[in-house]
C-alpha cells in the first residue's frame, strides 16, 4: 500500500493520548448525528425484503412473533443479534425500525475510531490518522447503508477491525498479545460468516492467512485463531440453522444449483467473472479512483519482498477477500434482469472503507513517481473493468431494469438518476481521482518522504467531495398521503392469500407484531382469522365478511 517506509512512531504522553481518545469520541458523535440528520425521514424499512428479512430475524431472536418466509432468500443471524435489544425495549414497529436506524449510524460512525487505529498500526502520523480517519468515515458505503436495517452498516467496521487484529497477529510481540489478536481475527471472521455469505470469504482468507504463515506465527496464537474461527463458525452455523427452521420451514431461496451451473460451464464463468469486473468498476468509481490506487498500492507491496511482513499480509488479505467477494457473489447471483446484474456496488461496499484508507496511505506515503503510477494504474483499472462491463452486458445496461437504490455513488458523479450512464460515471470518477492525486503531488517535496502538507491538501480534496456527496444525500421531506400497505387491527389473527404480492405480504409480516402472518389458498379464510388479504380483484368476500380497504392489488376483509 506504501512504496517508502514510514517514519518510526513519536512516544506519546498521557496527555496527548488522552486528548486522542477525546477527539476520537467527539468525531464519533458528530458523525452520528450527521447520520440521524440524514436518515430522521427513515420511518419504516423500504429496502424489501432485505431489511424486513433482518428484523423479522431480530424479532423472533427477541421472543416475538415470527413469519412464514420460505422461498425468500435467507438473512443470516449475524447482524439480526444486534438488533435483539431493540424488541426486547419495545414491539412497536415504527419505533423498532428507528432504533434500529440509530444502531446503524452508531454502528457505522464506528468506523472512526476503527479506521483510526488501523492507520497508526501502519505507523501513520497521529494527527493524519486522526483527519484521514474522520474524512474516511464520510465515505458512501458507510453513509448510504447506515441508514438501512440491512448488514452493510456493520460490515464495513468488522473488516476494519478484523485487518486490525490480522496485523496485531502477524506484527509481532508479545506472545499474548498475539493471541488475543489471534482470537479477535478468527472470531471476527466467524462473526461474519454468521452474518452474510460475503463473510465465508473472510473467514477463509483468514485460516489461508493463518496456515500459510503457520511457521512465522507462535503455535499458541495459531491454534487461538483456529479455534476461534472454527467454533465461531460452527456456533454461528447453529444459530441460523435454529431461524432458517422457524422463519424458513419451506426451505429458503436455494441457488446452490444456479452456482454449481455457473462454476462449471463456460457461460457461467463468462457471467462471473464480468460480474466481478462490474464489481471492481464500482469499487473504483464509488471510491472517487481511491480504491484502485490502493489496489495498485497493494499489488506493489506484495511484489517488494523486503516490505515488513505485517503490512504485506494485510494487503494480500484484503485483495484475496476483495477479489473471492466479487467472483463469489457474482457466480451465486441469478438474473433478474437488472442493471445491477452487472454493476453493483453493494457486494464490495464492505471492503470499500479499507480500500479507501489504502489509496489514502499510497497517496501521503509513497514518493511522486510512485504515486502517479498508482494513480494510472487505477485509472487503467477503472477502464478496463468499465470495458468488461459494457462489453458484455451490451444493451442490457439500457434494457434492463435500473434500481436507483443500486447506484448511489453513480447517480451523484452523473446527476442521472433513471440510467445507468458507465461513461459519464467513470470519467467524473477520474477527473474526482486526478484531483486527489495533484493535491498528493503539488503538496510534498521533490525529495524525502511526506509528512504534513500532503495530508492536509489530499484530505482536504477528499473532504470535499464527500460534503458534496453528503448535500446530494440531503432528504427532502416525504409527500404525505395514505399509507400503501393493508393495517390490520390486533390483536386477531391476520391470513394473506397465496396470490398476493410479495412486496404486500413481505413487509407486512413486520407491521403485524402480535402474531405472525398466516398463508392460505382459494377465496375462504381459513377459521379464526380476523383479517384477511387478498388480491385486489378477488371479488367479494364470503358471507360474513366485509371489505375494509382496497389499495395498490391488495384487499382487506375483516369479520372481527
Known amino acids: ?60 431472536l427477541a421472543g416475538g412473533a415470527g413469519a412464514d418466509l420460505s422461498g425468500s432468500t435467507f438473512y443470516q443471524a449475524g447482524y439480526a443479534l444486534l438488533l435483539v435489544p431493540i424488541f426486547w425495549l419495545t414491539s412497536d414497529p415504527a419505533l423498532a425500525y428507528r432504533l434500529a436506524v440509530g444502531a446503524g449510524a452508531m454502528a457505522a460512525a464506528s468506523a472512526y475510531p476503527a479506521a483510526y487505529v488501523l492507520l497508526r498500526r501502519l505507523r501513520l502520523d497521529r494527527r493524519a490518522a486522526l483527519v484521514a480517519a ?22 464495513p467496521v468488522v473488516v476494519l477491525a478484523w485487518l486490525t487484529a490480522l496485523h496485531d497477529l502477524v506484527a509481532g510481540g508479545a506472545e499474548r498479545r498475539r493471541v488475543v489478536a489471534g482470537v479477535v481475527a478468527g472470531g471476527l471472521g466467524a462473526y461474519a460468516m454468521a452474518t452474510h455469505l460475503r463473510g465465508t470469504v473472510i473467514v477463509a482468507v483468514c485460516l489461508l492467512v493463518a496456515v500459510a504463515l503457520w511457521r512465522r506465527l507462535p503455535r499458541a496464537a495459531l491454534i487461538a485463531t483456529l479455534a ?10 447453529a444459530l441460523n440453522a435454529a431461524l432458517r427452521a422457524a422463519l424458513y420451514p419451506g426451505g429458503p431461496r436455494d441457488l446452490s444449483a444456479l452456482l454449481v451451473e455457473r462454476l462449471t460451464s ?5 457471467w462471473a467473472l464480468s460480474g466481478a469486473a462490474g464489481q ?3 469499487l473504483v468509481t464509488g471510491t472517487w479512483g481511491l480504491a484502485g490506487v490502493g489496489l495498485a498500492g497493494a499489488a506493489a507491496l506484495l511484489a517488494r519482498r523486503s516490505a515488513p511482513l505485517a503490512p504485506r499480509v494485510l494487503a494480500g488479505a484484503l485483495l484475496a477477500a476483495t477479489l473471492g467477494i466479487a467472483y463469489a457473489s457474482s457466480a451465486a447471483l441469478p438474473d433478474e434482469h437488472r442493471v445491477g446484474n452487472f454493476a453493483y456496488g453493494r457486494y464490495l461496499s ?61 447517480i451523484f458523479l452523473t446527476r442521472t438518476f ?25 503538496a510534498r517535496p521533490a525529495t524525502a518522504t511526506p509528512a504534513g502538507r500532503p495530508a492536509t491538501a489530499v484530505v482536504g480534496v477528499l473532504a470535499l467531495i464527500h460534503l458534496a456527496f453528503i448535500a446530494h444525500l440531503a432528504p427532502s421531506p416525504p409527500a404525505a398521503g395514505p399509507d400503501w400497505l393493508p393495517a390490520p387491527a390486533p390483536p386477531g389473527r391476520v391470513a394473506v392469500e397465496a396470490g398476493v404480492r410479495w412486496n404486500v405480504w413481505v413487509p407486512l409480516s413486520y407491521r403485524v407484531w402480535w402474531t405472525g402472518i398466516e398463508r392460505f389458498h382459494g377465496t375462504t379464510p381459513p377459521e379464526g382469522i380476523c383479517t384477511a388479504v387478498v388480491q385486489e380483484d378477488a371479488g367479494p368476500p364470503p358471507e360474513g365478511w366485509t371489505v375494509t380497504g382496497a389499495r395498490h392489488g391488495w384487499a382487506t376483509w375483516s369479520r372481527c
Not at 440510467?419 to 503531488?441: E, M, P, R, Y
Open 228 to 237: 476461534s474461527a472454527v467454533a465461531g463458525a460452527v456456533a454461528g452455523d
Open 280 to 282: 471492481l468498476w464500482y
Open 350 to 410: 464492505c471492503v470499500a472503507v479499507a480500500w479507501t484508507l489504502a489509496g489514502l496511505l499510497t497517496l501521503l506515503r509513497a514518493r511522486r513517481l510512485a504515486v502517479a503510477r498508482c494513480a494510472l494504474a487505477a485509472a487503467g483499472l477503472l477502464a478496463v473493468t468499465g470495458g468488461v462491463t459494457a462489453w458484455y452486458a451490451g444493451d442490457r445496461l439500457h434494457r434492463h431494469a435500473f434500481i436507483a437504490f443500486d447506484f448511489p455513488e453513480v
Open 418 to 442: 433513471d440510467a445507468l450512464d458507465l461513461v459519464t460515471a467513470s470519467l467524473s470518477a477520474l477527473a474526482l481521482l486526478a484531483c486527489l492525486t495533484a493535491a498528493a503531488l503539488l
Open 134 to 155: 474522520f474524512v474516511a468515515g464520510l465515505s458512501p458505503a458507510l453513509l448510504v447503508f447506515s441508514g438501512f436495517a440491512l448488514a452493510d452498516a456493520i460490515l
Open 266 to 270: 463456460v457461460d457461467g464463468q463468462a
Open 1 to 60: 500500500m506504501v512504496d517508502t517506509p514510514a517514519p518510526p512512531v513519536r512516544g506519546r504522553s498521557g496527555a496527548a493520548g488522552a486528548r486522542v481518545w477525546w477527539l476520537l469520541a467527539a468525531g464519533w458523535l458528530a458523525q452520528v448525528a450527521l447520520r440521524l440528520w440524514l436518515n430522521r425521514y427513515h420511518t419504516m424499512p423500504v429496502a424489501n425484503p432485505d431489511e424486513t428479512g433482518y428484523l423479522l430475524a431480530a424479532r423472533w
